[in-house]
């Protein structure tokens, strides 16, 4: 292999590992979720929804908008702890709980970011063990902390 063949190897395997290694570094992320999956009695599902997730690693917050009908229905702030980021592959993977101050339930979460920037999943399991994955879109979401 020539040097400049070697250079050029490098130089591209360091800029792929900065495309996605700028997941692990977002400061917030909202997810647009438009498909549930979920398990019911044994049988695989899905159903449409229109959810919001705005995730803020920075500010330690999740705010939940459920809408009906392209009406808000519910809304819902929860403290983040545990938050845990890593690569797995080319895949970035965001991991979190949830602390709901109305109940005191604490729900945990898995966002999954494929190469290209595309939400693969949000998986979120209540304390039950119960698991909803999400499929949508994403986008940064502009923190308050900075």
């Known amino acids: 292999m020539t ?14 590992g900065l495309a996605q290694a700028q997941f692990l570094k977002i400061g917030g992320i909202t997810v647009q979720a438009t498909t549930t999956l979920f398990v019911d009695n044994g049988e695989a599902k ?3 929804c229109d ?8 500010d330690m917050m999740l705010a939940h908008n459920i809408y009906i009908g392209g009406v808000l229905n519910q809304s819902q702030f929860y403290q983040l702890n ?9 895949i970035t993977v965001l991991k979190f709980n949830a602390l709901s101050g109305r109940s005191g339930m ?5 966002i999954k970011i494929d190469a290209d ?20 879109g994403i986008s940064e979401l502009k923190t308050f902390k900075q």
């Open 106 to 110: 604490t729900y945990s979460y898995e």
């Open 3 to 16: 040097a400049k063949k070697l250079v050029f190897v490098i130089l591209f395997t360091c800029m792929a």
């Open 46 to 48: 899905s159903e449409e």
């Open 82 to 90: 545990s938050v845990n980021r890593y690569m797995s592959g080319d």
């Open 51 to 58: 959810q919001l997730y705005n995730v803020s690693f920075k």
């Open 117 to 136: 920037g595309k939400l693969m999943s949000l998986v979120c399991t209540e304390e039950s063990g119960n698991k909803t994955t999400y499929k949508g």
